[in-house]
């Protein structure tokens, strides 16, 4: 059964609304609070000794099963009892240690009485972020809870001081089910806002160095390379604090991304020596290794390497630097200066029939280019540089090796090159020959081999067709010895 986080055990601690039972039943006390206190904050008393008698017995089990098992009959019996608030309190605290499922159900039964109640919803909140493993209703049912949470007024029998304890620990786990909510739906800007009010609401930094903080400072470096334009610099930032505090084997592969990244942001394409180590990347560990830095300090000012050549230039320089195509295509149009509007699309398309001419040896040269350069080139190229290498690829069957990002029986959506994976964005789809009998989860690794059918530019996309998946290959079967039999002659 999954544990609850330390902070929400915490809150379990803080400020009960405790009964107070009279010593004698006959007095018939009217259980009025104390002079200038609202009634509802004084001592209750249970008049009725048979209730008191069930009351009793429930709270003074001493096992979290047992005491569960007395207040369920309690409230059973008496659902309308004075105690009933309290009690649902003692019943989360209960069912906290060995039950989750019941845990949210008595966690939101307290929220029906008493809607206010910070630690009933910060339970439910909490339970109901993690066992929602992806559903979208259940996700958005916690980012709703979580803002009810939020915006919580103070319980007017709480302490400001126990107030400002149970909020403490409670906004973090609010705001970390919103940012949930958000990375499923693909709302990057709304996740950025979530995390990083999730950081921010840690009294201690060293709360953000260990889980749930620090798997959503992951999340909150990831939805960084989400947007469009990519935040490299943040992302860089936030996935190489995690990495200074994650656990093997984790830690190697969050250090690997942060330091994929970072390359991208801060190496020339062509500067071989910081493409092999870094310069500067040491100095950004040590000072994400610092507890108090949550976020990047002023000293956290990472040069940007300077502008490589557009994309569409590479492009070009893909196919013009291929033997036997120097002068296939034209060179694309001058990229415009700074500060002037960039185009908003490539070349316009050539009048129909006027494809360019691929000479015999440029386009067999072209059928040996890397899939990725392919794809760059059908991704960012001119309109004729495109035609010129889906020329060698259109109704070619090959093997596309990727990670799943999405799968039905019918297509999987694959992350083929570095950068989707790094990104985890599909750029190829397969479209099966046959329903697969199983579907591949997200994040497996196949190789399936089909044919090139078509693509899409904006987004990048290539679509292949009568996909089947690569079979693995078959084990070498042991050689097969003729057993000799030597036969000794008698004397």
């Known amino acids: 059964m999954k544990k609850l986080v330390s902070a929400s055990v915490m809150l379990l601690s803080v400020c009960s609304a405790m009964i107070v039972v009279p010593a004698a039943f006959a007095q018939g006390a009217d259980g009025q609070a104390a002079s200038g206190q609202p009634a ?3 001592a209750v008393t249970i008049k009725e000794p048979a209730e008191y008698n069930a009351y009793a017995n429930a709270t003074s089990q001493s096992t979290p099963q047992a005491k569960a098992q007395a207040i369920e009959a309690f409230l059973t019996q008496y659902p309308n009892s004075v105690a009933k608030v309290d009690l649902l309190g003692q019943l989360m605290s209960a069912y906290q240690t060995f039950d989750a499922a019941k845990t949210l159900d008595a966690a939101k039964r307290l929220m029906q009485a008493d809607p206010s109640n910070l630690r ?4 439910v909140v909490y339970l109901e972020h993690q066992q929602a493993n992806g559903n979208q209703a259940a996700l958005d049912q916690a980012q709703t809870d979580a803002q009810k949470g939020l915006n919580a007024a103070k319980d007017q029998c ?3 001081s126990d107030y400002d304890t149970v909020k403490a620990a409670a906004t973090p786990i609010f705001y970390s089910a919103i940012g949930a909510d958000d990375q499923a739906k693909k709302d990057y800007k709304g996740e950025i806002d979530a995390y990083t009010k999730e950081l921010q609401s840690f009294k201690d930094p060293a709360q953000s160095t260990v889980v749930p903080g620090l798997l959503d400072t992951i999340y909150l470096g990831q939805a960084y390379l989400q947007e469009d334009p990519k935040d490299e610099k943040d992302a860089v930032w936030f996935l190489t604090r995690a990495a200074q505090f994650a656990k093997p084997p984790y ?4 250090e690997a991304q942060a330091e994929y ?3 991208k942001y801060h190496c020339a394409q062509n500067n071989g020596a910081c493409q092999a180590k870094p310069d500067g990347l040491q100095d950004i560990q040590q000072l994400a290794a610092v507890p108090a830095n ?3 300090p002023a000293s956290y000012n990472p040069t940007a390497a300077p502008p490589p050549p557009s994309p569409q230039d590479l492009a070009h320089q893909a196919i013009t630097g291929t033997a036997g195509c120097e002068s296939v295509t034209p060179a694309p149009p001058p990229t415009a200066a700074a500060g002037a509007a960039a185009p908003a699309a490539p070349a316009a398309a050539p009048a129909a029939g006027a494809a360019p001419t691929v000479p015999q040896t440029c386009s067999d040269n072209l059928k040996n280019m890397a899939l990725a350069d392919k794809e760059f080139i059908l991704a960012n190229g001119t309109t004729a540089d495109q035609q010129v290498i889906w020329s060698v690829m259109n109704g070619v069957t090959a093997e596309v090796p990727g990670v799943v990002v999405a799968a039905t029986p019918d297509s999987v959506q694959l992350a083929v090159t570095q950068d989707s994976q790094q990104s985890n964005k599909a750029d190829f789809t397969v479209n099966m020959k046959e329903p697969l009998k199983t579907v591949p989860t997200a994040a497996t ?3 399936y081999i089909a044919t090139f059918d078509s693509y899409t530019q904006n987004p990048p996309m290539i679509i292949l067709k009568d996909g089947e998946l690569k079979a693995a ?7 097969h010895h003729t057993t000799t039999h030597h036969t000794t002659a008698s004397h």
């Open 445 to 447: 690794k196949v190789t």
């Open 40 to 42: 509802s904050c004084g």
């Open 294 to 296: 949550i976020f990047p």
């Open 120 to 123: 009933a919803l910060t339970f």
């Open 473 to 479: 290959p078959k084990a070498a079967t042991p050689a």
């Open 261 to 263: 990244w970072y390359k």
């Open 251 to 254: 830690q190697a592969q969050i």
């Open 158 to 160: 709480m302490s400001q």
